[in-house]
Structure formats: structure tokens, C-alpha cells
């Protein structure tokens, strides 16, 4: 089992700027296999930003430019930085590990969410 655990997330206003972090603990994981969701109030998750089985990472057509997904394999931990941002952007942000076709989003893993607000 792979534990995520978010934090990062806040209130902006919009055209600021947040950093998400994601740290990964338990069994081991592959970091080609990480991605960032988000889920609107009574929406679907939906992918932001995921690389899986590559080193290429795909993006949402809407954060392309404004968001950049890095990792630091030293320290098992997920970058999100999110800039420009837009009150659009106001969902709960989850991290996901692990490809898995079969389960929600394709990501056997899942953090707890952390709050991102633009106003």
C-alpha cells in the first residue's frame, strides 16, 4: 500500500501563484506511474497533470502553461505549481499513484485532497 498525503492547497486571488506537494510513503511505487486530479463540487475527477509508463507528462488543456508537474525522487515527493490561476481552478486537488486501467482514474492510490480556492 502506497500512503499520499497533499498539502499546498489555499485561498488565492486570482493570478497568484500555489505550490501542491504530495509525499509518498509505504511500498514502493513507480514515479512513471503519478498524476494530480481535481474535483469541482459535485463533479467528476478529472486529470490535470499525469505521466504514466514515460517520462512524458500530459497536461489538461486548460492548466497547459500555467501548471508545471515535477518530482523529487530523493525525498518521494510531487510537485503541483500552479500559476496564473483562475477561479475556475477552485476544486479540491488530489494526488494518485500507481497506474491501475481498471480503478477510479486509472490510479490505484489516492491522497485525502487539498482545498485549492481562487477568488
Known amino acids: 500500500h502506497v500512503q499520499l498525503v497533499e498539502s499546498g492547497g489555499g485561498s488565492v486571488q486570482a493570478g497568484g501563484s500555489l505550490m501542491l506537494s504530495c509525499v509518498a510513503s509505504?511500498?514502493?511505487?513507480?514515479?512513471?506511474?503519478m498524476g494530480w486530479f481535481r474535483q469541482y463540487p459535485g463533479g467528476e475527477r478529472e486529470a490535470v497533470a499525469s505521466?504514466?509508463?514515460?517520462?512524458?507528462?500530459t497536461y489538461a488543456d486548460d492548466v497547459k502553461g500555467r501548471f508545471l508537474f515535477s518530482q523529487d525522487n530523493a525525498h518521494n515527493t510531487l510537485y503541483l505549481q500552479m500559476d496564473s490561476l483562475k477561479p475556475d481552478d477552485t476544486a479540491v486537488y488530489y494526488c494518485?499513484?500507481?497506474?491501475?486501467?481498471?480503478?477510479?482514474?486509472?490510479?490505484?492510490?489516492w491522497g485525502q485532497g487539498t482545498q485549492v480556492t481562487v477568488s
Open positions: 494518485a499513484a500507481e497506474c491501475a486501467p481498471d480503478e477510479l482514474g486509472g490510479f490505484r492510490y
Open positions: 505521466i504514466k509508463g514515460d517520462d512524458e507528462i
Open positions: 509505504g511500498d514502493a511505487y513507480s514515479r512513471y506511474c
